[in-house]
């Protein structure tokens, strides 16, 4: 029997009960544990498996291991750990989506129905509209993917992703500016060839801080 420590992007109580029917049903798994409280967040497995045996068992739930045992990182630092950028990606993306349902939902409205509205508060009301709506879609993500209740999934999404939405909300909304001056409606094809850098900047812009909390804290969008 051996024993193999793996730090890991687990960051939650519920994070651990996912994987656990999946350990527990392995029979190699003689003993096994997950510190929270430890830097890495380390499962430790004794029994009969292999580093990619558990490497492959946090994969089958979503999770990653992010560091070799004995502390040396699978990258060459900080910022190079593959599994960890792809699931700062995700979170990004469901961020962006998100804010784009309210952004675009809110200048829909006013150019239909308010359309004297000035750019400056067009900007304000759309970027409002999207942190409404990605805290909405967060709230539901971890309400369905870490089983919390509503109030404490909302608290959360409050917490981890508001800096990460309102760095998008603001980059996009710049961008936009910038790109069309304020001044093309949506039924103009420049106005969605605009959309493109806008996406870009918005997924861009938060994507570091959202890397830096998994790596750092273990948080996440979602």
Known sequence: MKTIRLATDLHCGN????????????RRVHQWSVDLQ??????????????????????????????????????????????????????????????????????IYLQAFHPGTS???????????????????????MRKRERLTWGLALRMALSMSFVSMVSMEVA?????????????????????????PSALAGFLVPLPYNYYQLKKHGKACH
């Not at 994070?15 to 392995?26: Q, R, S």
């Not at 070799?68 to 700062?88: D, H, I």
């Not at 750019?119 to 993500?141: H, P, W």
Request: proline content about 4%; overall charge negative; aromatic content about 8%.
């Open 15 to 26: 994070c651990v009960a996912k994987l656990k029917p999946v350990l527990d049903g392995d």
């Open 119 to 141: 750019m400056a508060v067009q900007m304000v009301l759309a970027i409002l509209a999207g942190l409404a709506t990605s805290v909405a879609l967060e709230t539901v993500l």
């Open 172 to 196: 996009m909304n710049l961008t936009d500016f910038m790109i069309t001056g304020g001044r093309l409606a949506l039924a103009d094809p420049r106005y969605w060839l605009a959309f493109v």
């Open 38 to 107: 430890q830097p890495g967040h380390p499962v430790t497995v004794s029994g009969e498996l292999s580093a990619k045996d558990i490497e492959h068992h946090l994969n089958s739930v979503g999770y990653h291991v992010v560091r070799e045992a004995g502390g040396a990182t699978t990258g060459n630092g900080f910022w190079s750990e593959r599994p960890l950028w792809s699931r700062a990606a995700f979170n990004t993306l469901s961020c962006l989506l998100g804010c784009s349902i309210g952004d675009f939902g809110m200048i």
